[in-house]
């Protein structure tokens, strides 16, 4: 009897740990199955992880004229990566772990915990993997808006860049409008300045001598016979002039360029743009918009040397040239 219980007794102990070995063997089967699919898992959601972190990390070096702008969301996204990658280690560790326990347990005597401590491992791991995916798609959504707020300010500052070109072109279209109008009233204004200037046409010098017996004149062609100048000219009519006195001033110049003139520079002289001109004689006449003959004579002292060749005449009025011409004298 007691020979039949001891047989039973070891049977029973064989079948269970007969058992138990099968158990764990499947067990064992299983947590590695579920380890290759969290290594899986894992590889993942780290290409995930990097390839966000590639594009963000390509997307700053393309603008980094917008660097400063972006530190604060940058420094956001570079916690949230740090974040992803403390996990994937901490991941990384849970699975290693996992992997050591079925070595460890195999020469041990069966134990109900072990398949327990299995399958906590596996649930830590299963969180972690939960949070990761988590933990991703909020970086992702970071880089995203990122991207968007970049594009946002990129296109205002295209905005504003070309809103600056197109002032820039309106201040140079500004200025040169500026310009021609100066210039413009700058020919106007000379024009009026012009215009107020008298005018003489028909200008007409007539050398003349004595003739003889001394009584009166007649024209001549010999400088040693000249005796007298006798200046004529038309007056143009001019509304703009103010009316009133006028002086005219005659200026003959030899061929020497010497005037001619009756006494010193200092005597005969008047102001043309603020510097004094000799002339030869001058005629007062009374202006009053219209028309008019104007003629100015001039008589030779004797101590007056006169040479051959041309001589130039200018008439002057208000300190301005109102007309010229020239004659010439032979021997």
Known sequence: MNTRSTTKIAMLVCTLFVGASVFFSCTNQEMQEQLATLEI??????????????????????????????????????????????????????????????????????????????????????????????????????????????????????????????????????????????????????KIENAKKLVTSDLTVTPLRKKCGGKGMKETKYSTKLAAVKIEARILPNDVVDPGTKTIYARITGPNNRVLCNGTAEEFSFDVDGSPLQYTAKQDIEFDGNARKVMINWSRNDNVKVIKGTYRVSLYADGQEIGKTSFKLTK
């Not at 072990?114 to 972690?128: E, I, L, R, Y």
């Open 41 to 190: 898992e894992k590889q993942d959601l780290q290409k995930q992880f990097d390839s966000i972190m590639f594009n963000h990390q390509k997307v700053k070096s393309e603008n980094a004229l917008y660097a400063e702008s972006f530190a604060e969301k940058d420094s956001i996204i570079s916690a949230q990566a740090a974040r992803i990658k403390n996990l994937l280690s901490e991941l990384d560790y849970e699975r290693q772990m996992a992997m050591s326990k079925p070595a460890q347990t195999a020469t041990v005597q069966p134990s109900t915990t072990q398949p327990a401590a299995q399958t906590n491992a596996g649930s830590v791991a299963t969180t972690k993997t939960s949070k990761l995916r988590e933990q991703i798609k909020e970086l992702q959504a970071s880089c995203d808006n990122y991207m968007k707020e970049l594009e946002a300010l990129k296109a205002e500052n295209e905005a504003l860049k070309a809103e600056n070109e197109q002032m820039k072109v309106l201040m140079e279209e500004t200025k040169d409008a500026n310009e021609k109008l100066v210039s413009e009233n700058k020919t106007l204004a000379q």
